[in-house]
Every structure is written in C-alpha cells, then in structure tokens.
T-cell receptor, first 117, second 113 residues
C-alpha cells in the first residue's frame, strides 16, 4: 500500500456523460500528478500540482478535461462529454522533496479504470 | 521531446535465472530515473529511483544502473522467482526538478516455475 488512494476504482459510463475522479495523496506530499494509461502502453502525463497551483498541463489535456486541487490536499479530475477514446486507466501519483526515499520519488495510487460505452 | 524505449517488450525465463531489462532515453538532461513494477490491472509500485548524479541503486535482489551520458539504464534481477512476473516500467523526469515522468512501454516479464 503506497498510501495514495483513488476513487472510484472502476467507472462505466455512456458516451456524452460527465465523470469525476478523486485522488487523495500521501498526506505530507505537496506535489500531485495525473497520468493516463491505455492497454499495453506506459502511462502518459496529464497534469501536475504543487500545493493548489496547477503548474503544468499536457497537450493531451483537452478542454473537456479539468483538474483541481482546491486546498492543496485531494484532487479531482473531471472529464466532460466523454468519448470512447477516453477509456483508459487514470493514475494519480504524489511526491515531495524528502517525502520519499529520495527527492521527488513518485508514489502511485491503484488507478481508476474508466470504460466509456 | 524525450522518448523512452524498453527492450525487450516481453521476456520469459525459468525460475532462478538472473536477468537484465534495458531502458534507453533520448535526452540525457534528466533529473532522475525510476523503475516501477505493475501487476495486471493495478497501479505502479516504485522499485528504485536513481538520481542523475548516481550510477546505481540496489534493493534486495534488484540492482539498477544509470549511464546518463549514453542515455541508458538497466534493471538487474537476481535469482528470479514466479512472484517477479509483472510488467516493469522505466521512467525519467526532466532536469526541472520534480516534474513529469516520461515512461517507456514496459517489459512484460514471466518467470516460469
């Protein structure tokens, strides 16, 4: 157990619906990351926060995607008007300078598996 | 743009063998490199992290090396066990500290009893 939790673990939705995922990082970690992973591929970076500030967004994060971390603790990732191509595993990770064995080591949660029908 | 390649894509070995997984990256301006393990349908478990100034890290039966100038890393697994069967992923972060990880596609390892 890495300490990062994600909810829900699985989500099935119909095309066009909105979905929201939650990530709770390791409590002392100030950085939080979102990645997306499709079958047989490595994870791809979506966005990351330092405290409540969103510092970087990937071009993969289209305008249908939005992420927040309002109080610098948990984060939500919302996908509006879902498409079948959004089907993937959404992974959350957290890190902190000195919070892991070595600076900025990223610890991952179990992921949320999204299926869009 | 950083690209990470892992070879081989899949590997099947008998129990007890020592094995090496390879990772290469195109941009040597990295901050650190992490090796992860992923079981089917699960999240990622961090195995080892090597800072850009380091040459290797060891944890139990695992040893990871880094040659930053040539853009290569290897993960050595000694005395493999069936429980080591998983996908192993290599990832690098950019020289800007604490930023995004760029992953390879992984090596799927099967250790046969």
């Amino acid at each position: 157990d890495t300490g990062v939790s994600q909810d829900p673990r699985h989500k099935i939705t119909k095309r066009g619906q909105n979905v929201t995922f939650r990530c709770d990082p390791i409590s002392e970690h100030n950085r939080l990351y979102w990645y997306r992973q499709t079958l047989g591929q490595g994870p791809e970076f979506l966005t990351y926060f330092q405290n409540e500030a969103q510092l970087e967004k990937s071009r993969l994060l289209s305008d249908r995607f939005s992420a927040e971390r309002p109080k610098g603790s948990f984060s939500t990732l919302e996908i509006q008007r879902t498409e079948q191509g959004d089907s993937a595993m959404y992974l959350c990770a957290s890190s902190s300078k000195g919070g892991g064995r070595v600076s900025y080591e990223q610890y991952f949660g179990p992921g949320t598996r999204l299926t869009v029908t | 743009k950083q690209e990470v390649t892992q070879i081989p894509a899949a590997l099947s070995v008998p129990e007890g063998e020592n094995l090496v997984l390879n990772c290469s990256f195109t941009d040597s301006a990295i901050y650190n490199l992490q090796w992860f393990r992923q079981d089917p349908g699960k999240g990622l478990t961090s195995l080892l992290l090597i800072q850009s100034s380091q040459r290797e890290q060891t944890s139990g039966r695992l040893n990871a090396s880094l040659d930053k100038s040539s853009g290569r890393s290897t993960l050595y697994i000694a005395a493999s066990q069936p429980g080591d069967s998983a996908t192993y992923l290599c990832a690098v972060s950019r020289e800007t500290s604490g930023s995004r990880l760029t992953f390879g596609e992984g090596t799927q390892l099967t250790v046969n009893p």
